[in-house]
């Protein structure tokens, strides 16, 4: 693939953020932590790293808007495009010294996803995909797995720790879920696990109560490597809700089966 402008401006501002995620992570025990709501940690590295990504991206494209975690207004203001931005996903893990943690930039174009960048510098992995243009981890094509079968399934997934009314659904139905699967993993990075999933290392993911910034890059990773995205119920409000399931088709028929219980007895769709 032969990356547009747009999503090389990505790379390289992933990159030279990545280059101060590393700096700052060697030194995480040290790090100034503020704790912005229930177990929801920001550090003074995740706003080193989005100013990095921010500069890079406002040099580019002046005029574009940028929704960005850690700066305010969260909201998109007046441009059709909108770069979406997590500057650390995996913060929690950051800052107890586990190197699983990426940087996730996308660009929007009004609701539609056009390009996106998941980087996990500490490996050097850089996932990329641009619409219609296929998902890549560094130079190789990627393509969501074959796995037919939820029983041989690795399934990824997030305990909902900071929306307290989510807990008992969620785990209501994790309970029905774990022993249909092979296994399922909670890695602490959702924008990891769904360049993960599109890259045919997990079979699945699941979580609610997301962030658009935690799934805009790896949606698109995900659809461009042949996976379904959707909400728990399967249908398609899930930057909205920030419930989403995502896999390939016929694994995606089967969490959904399951999953769309969801919200039928509680407020929490
Ligand atoms: C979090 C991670 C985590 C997910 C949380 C997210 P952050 O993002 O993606 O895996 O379970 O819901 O908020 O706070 O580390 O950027
Ligand atoms: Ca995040
Ligand atoms: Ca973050």
Known sequence: ???????????????????????QFDRHAHLKIEEKGRSDLVSEADQMVEKEILFHLRKGYPQWDVVAEESRPRRRQRSEWCWVVDP????????????????????????????????HPVSGELFMAERGAGAFLND????????????????CTGFPVRHAPYLPPYLTLFN??????????????????LAYTAAGRFDGFWEVGLA??????GVLLLREAGGIVSD??????????????AANPVIHEQLVAHTQAWGSNQSSS
């Open 88 to 119: 650390i996903d995996g913060t929690t893990n950051f800052i107890h010294g586990i190197p699983h943690f990426a940087i996730s930039i996308a660009l929007m174009r009004e609701q539609e996803v056009m390009a996106g960048v998941v980087y």
């Open 176 to 193: 029905q879920l774990l022993p249909l699967c092979h296994d399922m993993r909670r890695s602490g990075s959702a924008a990891l696990d």
């Open 232 to 245: 728990l119920n399967g249908r398609n409000s899930f930057i909205h809700s920030g419930h989403i399931v």
């Open 212 to 217: 658009p910034w935690d799934m805009a890059a």
């Open 1 to 23: 693939m032969t990356p547009s402008p747009q999503l090389n401006l990505a790379i390289r501002a992933a990159r030279e953020a990545g280059t101060i995620a590393l700096q």
């Open 140 to 155: 190789h094509r990627i393509r969501i797995s074959k796995t037919e079968r939820l029983q041989q399934a690795l399934i």
